[in-house]
């Protein structure tokens, strides 16, 4: 982190666990992080009432994210197109192509 | 070992090969499609790019190492058909430091509970707020939140696909969520909206 970012850091008066938190709280709620790391942070969390509501805070913003993979998929119009063309190859399953939802 | 792979692969003949295309290959074109959205913006382009990535796949079937995850293949396919429509190189590796988008997050958060905002994504539904904010998002932030948070792919799996070290997914992802996040303050306040408490445990 750059020496400005962290000065801004220490102005806000926030104890090193909760800079943690504000540092890797991503690494950690993608489950990216090491078990050690994340076991700190885990204990953390678990007895700051601010950092667990920021936790839920961003958990619910990755969330409503993870919810839009249900509303966008591909067009029927393009899925007719690619049926049409995968026939032309000579592909046995070309309709199922049209019939996926 | 791959040779035998291969071997086996065309042992199966026209009727094996269109059964293993169908039950690896054609399940994931919601997915691609919505890459190659994030990768072009464009309505048809992205359907000029799924089908030529969908053709080179079933001409290139063969190639498709069974047991291995169709998906990422396709992905990475998706993303190599689009660089050769631009006809350009990959994009230039932004190499910001994630953990300052991780903070400045932190500092919108800390900006919404100021204006009463602290629960914004439990008690809104800005679902459609979020996807008009994902359409702005710039690349390669936009294909990354895709990757990771759309499609629920590791740091991993996302930088094979883009072919970026997974430090580069990690800047990316995250100055991409932050930027979503600035971006749906100033629409919850431009809807008016204020939460009812100021603060607390939920």
Same mark, same amino acid.
């Given at each position: 982190m750059s020496a400005p970012a962290r000065t801004q850091l220490e102005g806000l008066g926030l104890s090193s666990s909760c800079v943690d938190v504000l540092r890797h709280l991503w690494d950690y709620l993608d489950d990216e992080m090491t078990p050690g790391g994340a076991e700190r942070l885990r204990a953390h969390i678990a007895g700051c009432a601010q950092c667990r509501e920021y936790e839920g805070y961003q958990a619910c913003f990755l969330d409503t994210l993870a919810k839009l993979r *249900?509303?966008?998929? *591909?067009?029927?119009?393009? #899925?007719?197109?690619? *049926?049409?063309?995968?026939?032309?190859?000579? @592909? &046995? @399953?070309?309709h199922k192509v049209r019939n996926e939802s | 070992m791959t040779t035998t792979i291969l071997a086996t692969s065309e042992l199966l003949g026209d009727a094996g090969r269109d059964a293993a295309f169908e039950r690896e290959a054609l399940p994931w074109l919601d997915d691609v499609y919505r890459f190659a959205l994030s990768l072009t913006r464009d309505d048809a382009d992205a359907d000029d790019v799924v089908q030529e990535t969908y053709l080179r796949a079933y001409r290139s079937w063969h190639t498709f190492i069974p &047991?291995?995850? @169709? #998906? #990422?293949w396709l992905f990475t396919i998706c993303r190599n058909v689009f660089l050769r429509s631009r006809e350009r190189q990959r994009p230039t590796v932004d190499l910001e430091d994630g953990e300052q988008d991780a903070v400045a997050a932190g500092s919108v958060y800390a900006a919404a509970r100021e204006r009463g905002y602290d629960d914004l994504y439990a008690t809104l539904d800005l679902a459609p707020a979020l996807r008009d904010a994902l359409d702005e998002l710039a690349e390669p932030f936009r294909s990354t939140v895709i990757l990771v948070d759309v499609e629920g792919m590791t740091y991993e799996t996302a930088a094979q696909v883009m072919g970026v070290p997974i430090g580069t997914v990690r800047s990316r992802l995250f100055r991409g969520r932050r930027l979503l996040q600035e971006k749906l303050l100033t629409v919850a306040e431009d809807l008016g909206f204020v939460t009812a408490s100021a603060g607390g445990m939920r």
């Open positions: *249900a509303e966008l998929g *591909a067009p029927t119009e393009l #899925r007719q197109r690619l *049926a049409d063309k995968l026939k032309s190859q000579g @592909c &046995g @399953c070309w | &047991g291995t995850e @169709c #998906r #990422r």
